[in-house]
C-alpha cells in the first residue's frame, strides 16, 4: 500500500524547511514552497517555476496542496457568495465570502458540525462529526482567493463549529494565516467568534495575540440562555463575563457581544435592561442579529420596529451598538442551511 499523500497547505515554513531536507533539498526550498502556496496561491506544482523539475516531479507524486475542494458556490445577488467545500474523507464544511465597499471578509468553519447544541443555529442540528485540521481551515480562505482573485482582507471565525473547541488547530491556523510567509493578514482582522467557553477564552487571553473576540450571548440572563444555549450549562452567564473581563485585561481590546433577537423570546424592553446591566463596565460593541429563521426551528424573526425599539434603548444607555447587515439571504448563507439542503438532495 502507498503511504498517503503529504498535504502542504496547513504546515508552517518550519515544517515546510523540515520535510525538504528529509528529501536531501535546501532548506530555502521550504520557503519557495511556502511562497507559492500561501503567497501566490497555487493549485498544482507545475507552476512553482523556480522550483527544479526533479523536485516539482516529487511534490507531485508524493503531496496534495489543498486539503479542500469546491462542490458549490452560490451566488447572491449582494455579492455574497457561499461555499459548499469537500474534505479528503468527503465531509462537508460551508465557507462565505463578504464583499463590502471598504473591505472584504471570509467566515471560516472549525469543525464538522458542531457538539454546542444552539437551537437557533442550523449547524448545531446535526451535531459534531470532528475537528478541522489548521490545513483545512487555512485552505478555505485560499479556496475563495482561488476563486475571486485576491486574499481578503478580514477573516472570522464565525463558521461551522466552535473554533475553542478546537483550540490548537485553531492556533496553528491563526499562525499561517498571520505571517508574512503565510497569507500576512494582519492580526487585528482576525476575529474568533465562540458561544462561550470559557477555558479557551482565559487561554486565548494569555496567547497575547491582540486578535478580536466575540462572543454568542443572546439572552442575559441564565434561565433564558440556558434554554437555547447547553454550554450555559456549564459556564453560567456569571463566568462568562468574568472571562471577558479578564480578556479585556489581558488584551486591552473590545470584546463584541453577538445578540441574535428572537421575536417574544428575548426582544422585550426588559431583556434589553437585562443586557444593559449586564454589560455595564465591561468594554464591549453590541451587534445585534434579527435571528435567521432554522427550517423547523422554534425561532422566528422580530419585526423591524421591535428591532428599532431594542436597538434605541441600548443606545440611550451609552452603549455601543450596531445591527449586523443581513448578507446573503437568497442563497441560504447562515451557518449549516447549505450543507443541510446538500446532504438532503
Known amino acids: 500500500m502507498l503511504p498517503a499523500p503529504i498535504i502542504l497547505v496547513g504546515k508552517t515554513l518550519g515544517e515546510l524547511e523540515n520535510l525538504l531536507l528529509t528529501w536531501g533539498e535546501p532548506r530555502y526550498r521550504g520557503e519557495q514552497i511556502a511562497h507559492w502556496l500561501y503567497g501566490q496561491i497555487v493549485d ?30 452560490r451566488h447572491s445577488v449582494d455579492g455574497t457568495r457561499k461555499y459548499l467545500l469537500s474534505l479528503g474523507d468527503e465531509a462537508l464544511i460551508e465557507t462565505v465570502y463578504i464583499p463590502e465597499i471598504s473591505r472584504t471578509t471570509v467566515c471560516i468553519s472549525t469543525q464538522v458540525g458542531c457538539g454546542m447544541g444552539c437551537t437557533f443555529c442550523a449547524t448545531g442540528l446535526g451535531g459534531l462529526t470532528r475537528n478541522l485540521t489548521s490545513g483545512e481551515i487555512v485552505d478555505q480562505i485560499l479556496q475563495v482567493a482561488l ?32 505571517a508574512p510567509w503565510g497569507l500576512d493578514i494582519g492580526i487585528r482582522h482576525l476575529t474568533i467568534s465562540t458561544c462561550g467557553v470559557v477555558p479557551g477564552i482565559r487561554r486565548l487571553g494569555k496567547e497575547g495575540l491582540g486578535l478580536t473576540l ?27 463575563m468574568g472571562s471577558l473581563q ?24 426588559a431583556d434589553a435592561r437585562n443586557l444593559v446591566g449586564l454589560l455595564e463596565g465591561l468594554l464591549c460593541h453590541v451587534n445585534l442579529i434579527p435571528i435567521n429563521p432554522v427550517q423547523g ?24 451598538v450596531s445591527i449586523r447587515k443581513e448578507r446573503g439571504q437568497d442563497i441560504a448563507a447562515a451557518c449549516g442551511q447549505l450543507r443541510g439542503q446538500w446532504e438532503a438532495e
Open 44 to 73: 498544482d506544482v507545475g507552476s512553482m517555476s523556480n522550483i527544479p523539475g526533479i523536485l516539482r516531479t516529487r511534490l507531485a507524486e508524493e503531496t496534495v496542496l489543498h486539503p479542500a475542494r469546491v462542490e458549490t458556490v
Open 147 to 178: 476563486d475571486v482573485g485576491a486574499l481578503p482582507s478580514n477573516v472570522v471565525f464565525m463558521g461551522m463549529g466552535e473554533p475553542l473547541a478546537n483550540y490548537e488547530q485553531l492556533l496553528k491556523a491563526i499562525a499561517i494565516i498571520n
Open 246 to 269: 479578564g480578556y479585556v485585561k489581558d488584551t486591552s481590546r473590545r470584546v463584541t457581544i453577538e445578540y441574535a433577537l428572537m421575536a417574544d423570546f428575548n426582544d422585550s424592553m
Open 214 to 240: 466575540a462572543v454568542s450571548l443572546h439572552a442575559a440572563d441564565d434561565e433564558k440562555r440556558s434554554q437555547i444555549m447547553p454550554i450555559n450549562n456549564i459556564y453560567s452567564i456569571g463566568e462568562l
Open 297 to 320: 426551528g422554534p425561532h422566528t424573526k422580530p419585526r423591524d420596529s421591535q428591532v428599532e425599539k431594542f436597538l434605541g434603548a441600548l443606545k440611550r444607555s451609552g452603549l455601543a
